[in-house]
C-alpha cells in the first residue's frame, strides 16, 4: 500500500500503520470487500504488538482461519501488484 501511495503521490508516504486510511490518501479505489481485508491485516498488525492481543488472536488463529486470511491477503497482493505495474 505505502507502494502504491509513493507512486501516486511521488513523495515518502505517511507514517501511518491504517492501510485503508493509506489507500484513501493515495486515491486507491477500493470495493467493501478490499476494505474489509485491508482492516483486518491493519488489526493483525496493532494485535501483534501487544502481547494481550496476541493472546486473544493466537486463540482464533486455527489451521483453517490462517489458511483462509493467507489466501485473502495473497489475492489482495496480487491485484496491487498488477496496479504498480501499470
Not at 484513501?24 to 483486518?40: C, F, G, N, S
Not at 493466537?58 to 486470511?69: G, I, Q, Y
Request: glycine share 2%; proline share 2%.
Amino acid at each position: 500500500m505505502k507502494a502504491w501511495y509513493a507512486k501516486i503521490n511521488s513523495k515518502t508516504p505517511p507514517f501511518i500503520h491504517d492501510l485503508v486510511r493509506l489507500a484513501e490518501k493515495a486515491d486507491l479505489m477500493l470495493d467493501d470487500d478490499q476494505k474489509d481485508i485491508l482492516d483486518t491485516i491493519s488489526t493483525f498488525n496493532i494485535r501483534g504488538r501487544y502481547d494481550d492481543y496476541k493472546r486473544e488472536s493466537n486463540k482464533k488463529c486455527s489451521n483453517a482461519f490462517t489458511k483462509e486470511w493467507i489466501y485473502s491477503i495473497k489475492g489482495f497482493r496480487e491485484w496491487i501488484k498488477t496496479k504498480l505495474l501499470k
